[in-house]
């Protein structure tokens, strides 16, 4: 178990390539932006996913469930109550922790009786979305969501304002949640966590009250989808049932996770990228109907050849080559 | 109101039994592998495609395109299998994720192949009424209403009699002490995955015939199945028809005496309910929680 | 006196290719067509795209002056990849946006040509909210109020006293169902809803409280096509004692009559053409012939309406290419002062870029044919009334 925290260098270089280099270079191209956002906020989905299975060691598969209800719950009060529009998000994250509470009884439940149990949840959430028109607006969903604030003119430079603006939030937002998600790791929970998800068994007798800490993670969790899905109301103004608590926003974060490695915290975010920017510039122009095929390939083949991720094999193959034997454990 | 609680309740009996056919394949996989394959749904529709190229390309009544949905699904699901098969470690929670990339991909094939129109029989014979007193039905749900009783029957006999059976009786509850005793598991656990296809070889084509597809049904399909097998309980073939029964008939009373707009609900609800109350299932013997 | 050579080489080549590049300015004009080619939409947005396509073709044959060249961008049926559909065909060079399915894709997608200063023009948003937010290059040809039209009037001609509505709770269709329902019970006619998750496949429930309480005149479902053949084929198995079946989108279609025979008969639904269709107008010969020759096929409903709003467009854009204000704003202006018939019928656009004039059109099917029964004024053949498909 490897605690090295990672040297400043590749810190430094995120934060450049992140703040300065792609709005600077990209800025001006709207479609690359518009994916670039779109990836990062299947990111900070995937780093959420990830969170629950590293720390809590629970698989998901309604996630969705917490995104919906992070992006309604932000729209609702930043248009009906007029709150400011970061006050939303944190309630919209806040939400999406009510929501999890909801869920603690499935806790006890295994593999994947949980990981369906929450599917089962993102349904009914669907559907009281569908149902409770005077708040949620029904079917034909909520429009004109206020805005994310705009930049000030000096700060975005080539004056993109809108679509850059909205890049660097997410950006940050999804650097705050990784901080985070370390920060969790690194510290005595982190250990117990870990351990637990070893052998839980072993971990109560010494003392671990694993229901609470398991329970902490999902909250945690629910809360980073929950701004994800408040970012993405706001960003895109609009909002409705069918596509807060669309089947995209688990399976994609999923193959995400996955491709770039669940076990890291960098994983899931970087696969969010590749795969997407993959998928939507690669692949769509080469099988314009059938590229979502590829995705699939690509998960059965993860899990077939590198269930911890494609990313994670490249250091390692060189890294072996210097010294073999080194277990690369997250 | 009688009559229409009544015929509600017919309805759910026969849409259960419906369900049941769909779910067994599932059942009975998890309950010799601990496996859920995810594409179960796909393989269904697979074998509902293929009883629509049956019926249009070659004009036949859709029961015709039994033998070929069946063959083509079991070799398809003994596919599926293989590639499970290669997961070495964790294979309950990989397996899902697998699962679910293969449900993925035949999905889209099937978009590719058959377009996205929305299909379904044109046979006059089941489209027709059956009408037994004041209770109301398509002919097609009727008949495969038996047919799924029948094969049920069949698939309990063939687990408490047959050599397979057994084995994968066995294999289920001791996969170690199985292998001792001579059984091959990877050999047993082909066998489930192919009574499987088989299973779903039927289910497809029953749900061409009273029910209308669409490539983008095959996850929904899946879900609902699963939602059967934790009601059934693990291990329970008797379990499934009465879990599919009770989620068919739940339905159909959330639509007739409250708002058809609740009735994905209705299934949700009572699959959360039944995991929190009896989470070994209605009629299931081993552990759930973890 | 190298030097000056050069020079003016490089000046003549340097003309040469301006005058070349102005003129193919002139001549070819790229319009992006946004629409869901895959995921939930895809049959929906194939159709319109067809019709896209063919009204470049006919325009670009009818017209030497002025060509489209189409580029196609698929929105997989999500709001996100909508709107940068919208980004990247703007990216490619498009002057405006034809297409679009779906209130939830199309809100997106025009606001994002909105910030690009690109109009926008579609048939499949519906919802009045598209057009009530202040879009400034936002058209469309078709709206709710259209269809809720030719419902109200078929059911007013047959005189139904009682209705029973069953309705999808998607957005479209329970707009329409409220508005309708609201409508039927203003004048007097008992109007009861039902509404339906997407996902029922067994309508019986349904259609025997129908039978059993409501006791209706007439059933108006309000769906898509696997609800209608659910609805019909529920309704045939326990014949509840209606007059009439009445549906909106997706049901008088050929298609409908050749795969379920059983259940079509004199069902009623909206048509934009009888069929066989015939076509009167040069218009209308040219957009079949060219049909026929690109797709092998009869056209449909959404290939109608896609041929419609592409050509719209495309004269705008060649009126505003004559006048030289295309890169001012001039598409939209131009696209605002059209006032012709078409296909659907006379079109004219108001401030907020609705069809004033839309008022789609009630068909029956009668044996293999579908006949247009509503409104006289485009009728083709007479209601048979009362008819069930049993």
């Known amino acids: 178990m490897n605690a090295r925290p990672p040297g400043l260098a590749p810190v430094i270089a995120i934060l450049v390539v992140g703040y300065g280099a792609v709005p600077l270079l990209l800025g001006a191209n709207q479609y690359i932006m ?52 970061a006050a939303g998000m944190v309630l919209g994250g806040a939400g999406a922790v009510l929501a999890s509470l909801a869920m603690l009884p499935v806790l006890r439940l295994r593999g994947p009786y949980f990981a369906l149990a929450i599917l089962a949840y993102a349904h009914i959430f669907r559907i009281v979305a569908t149902e409770w028109t005077s708040v949620t607006g029904g079917s034909g969903g909520i429009g004109n969501i206020p805005l994310l604030p705009a930049l000030p003119p000096n700060l975005s430079g080539i004056g993109m304002g809108g679509k850059t603006g909205a890049y660097l939030v997410i950006l940050t937002i999804v650097l705050l949640f990784a901080l985070a998600y370390r920060a969790i790791r690194a510290s005595h929970y982190g250990l117990a966590l870990r351990a637990m998800r070893d052998s839980e068994d072993a971990t109560r007798v010494v003392g671990v009250n694993s229901t609470l800490l398991k329970g902490l993670m999902l909250m945690v969790s629910a809360f980073m989808a929950g701004v994800a899905g408040a970012f993405n109301a706001h960003y895109l103004n609009f909002l409705e049932p069918d596509y807060a608590f669309n089947g995209v926003w688990v399976t994609l974060p999923i193959v995400a996770a996955i491709f770039g490695g669940y076990r890291t915290i960098t994983g899931p975010v970087i696969g969010a990228l590749v795969v997407y920017l993959l998928d939507q510039i690669v692949f769509k122009a080469l099988i314009p109907t059938g590229h979502q095929l590829v995705l699939g390939g690509l998960l059965v083949a993860m899990i077939l050849f590198s269930p911890t991720g494609l990313l994670p094999l490249l250091p390692s193959l060189r890294k072996s080559a210097s010294r073999p034997g080194r277990n690369d454990h997250a | 109101m009688t009559d229409l609680i009544l015929q509600a309740l017919y309805s759910g009996l026969l849409q259960g039994g419906s369900y049941a056919l769909i779910a067994l394949g599932l059942a009975l996989v998890f309950g ?68 679910f990339g ?11 192949i058959w377009k996205a129109d929305v299909r379904s029989t044109s046979s006059s014979w089941l489209q027709e009424a059956f009408v037994v007193g004041p209770l109301y039905s398509m002919r097609g749900e009727a008949v495969f209403f038996i047919v799924s009783l029948l094969l049920m029957a069949g698939l309990w006999w063939w687990l408490s009699r047959s050599w397979y059976g057994r084995a994968l009786r066995a294999v289920s509850s001791n996969r170690e002490a199985a292998k001792l005793m001579g059984i091959p598991p990877a050999r047993t656990e082909l066998v489930s995955f192919i009574v499987a296809g088989m299973l779903a070889g039927f289910a497809g084509v029953a749900l061409y015939s009273y029910g209308v597809i669409q490539p983008a049904y ?8 699963f939602i059967i097998t934790v009601l059934a309980g693990v291990g329970s073939i008797p379990g499934v028809l009465l879990g599919a029964v009770l989620l068919g008939v739940a339905e159909a009373l959330t639509v007739t005496l409250a708002s058809s707009a609740l009735q994905e609900l209705a299934g949700m609800m009572l699959f959360l309910l039944v995991l929190f109350v009896m989470p070994n299932g209605l009629l299931g013997a081993s552990r759930r929680r973890g | 006196m190298r030097k000056i050579t050069m020079a003016a080489s490089i000046a003549v080549l340097m003309a040469a290719m301006a005058a070349i590049a102005s003129r193919a300015h002139a001549e070819e004009f790229v319009v992006g067509a946004q629409l869901p080619l895959t995921g939930t939409l895809a049959r929906v947005g194939a159709g319109m795209h067809e019709g896209v396509m063919v009204a470049a073709d006919v325009f670009n044959k009818g017209n030497s002056k002025h060509k489209i060249k189409v580029v196609t961008v698929d ?30 894709n199309i809100s997106p997608a025009s606001d994002a040509a909105n910030k690009l200063g690109l109009t926008y023009i579609t048939s499949g948003g519906v919802d009045n ?26 059911l007013a001609e047959m005189g139904a006293k009682t209705v029973s509505i069953v309705f999808s709770t998607k957005e479209a269709t329970s707009d329409l169902a409220n508005s309708v329902q609201k409508a039927l019970t203003a004048k007097g006619v008992k109007a009861t809803a039902h509404s339906f998750d997407p996902a029922i496949t067994d309508f019986k429930p349904i259609v025997n409280k129908i039978r059993l309480q409501d006791k209706s005149d007439v059933i108006l479902m309000v769906g898509y096509e696997n609800d209608y053949v659910g609805i019909l084929r529920a309704a045939r198995v326990l014949k509840p004692p209606v007059k009439a079946l009445i549906g909106v989108w997706s049901l008088a279609t050929p298609k409908m009559a050749t795969e379920f025979p059983d259940l079509m008969p004199n069902v009623y639904g909206t ?5 066989p269709a015939t076509f009167d107008t040069a218009d209308g010969k040219a957009f079949a012939a060219a049909y026929q020759a690109l797709y092998k096929k009869e056209p449909d409903y959404l290939g109608q309406f896609g041929y419609v709003q592409s050509m719209l467009l495309f004269e705008a854009i060649a009126r505003a290419a004559d006048k030289g204000t295309i890169k001012k704003g001039g598409v939209a202006e131009e696209l605002r002062k059209t006032d012709r018939e078409t296909l659907i019928g006379r079109v004219q656009f108001g401030a907020n870029g609705d069809n004033l004039n839309f008022v789609h059109r009630m068909a029956q099917h009668q044996g293999k044919n579908i006949v247009i029964v509503w409104p006289a004024s485009n009728a083709t053949g007479k209601m048979v009334y009362p008819g069930k498909p049993w």
């Open chain 2, 32 to 99: 010799t592998m601990r496996v859920i394959n995810l594409a179960h749904g796909e393989l269904v529709l697979l074998a509902a495609y293929i009883a629509y190229t049956v019926e249009s390309g070659l004009g036949l009544n859709p029961a015709w395109a039994i033998p070929i949905a069946v063959v083509v699904v079991s070799l398809t699901s003994a596919g599926v299998y293989g590639i499970v098969s290669r997961i070495r470690k964790d294979r309950e929670i990989n397996s899902l994720i697998l699962t």
């Open chain 1, 34 to 85: 518009s994916l670039i956002v779109a990836a990062l906020v299947i990111g900070c989905v995937a780093l959420s996913w990830a969170l629950l299975g590293n720390l809590g060691g629970m698989v998901s598969f309604g996630h969705s469930a917490f995104f919906g209800v992070g992006a309604y719950v932000s729209a609702i009060v930043t248009l009906k109550a007029g709150l400011p529009v």
């Open chain 2, 102 to 112: 293969i449900g993925v991909i035949m999905t889209n094939l099937i978009l590719l």
């Open chain 2, 218 to 225: 095959g996850g929904a399909l899946t879900v609902k199945a």
């Open chain 3, 75 to 104: 929105d997989e049926s999500a709001p996100a990849k909508a709107a940068a559909a919208v980004e990247k065909l703007a990216s490619e060079g498009a002057i405006a946006i034809t297409g679009g399915y779906g209130s939830n």
């Open chain 3, 271 to 275: 048509a934009l053409l009888p069929f």
């Open chain 3, 129 to 154: 909210n598209l057009v009530n937010s202040g879009r400034k290059n936002f058209f469309r040809i078709n709206n709710t109020a259209g269809y809720e039209k030719a419902v109200l009037g078929t």
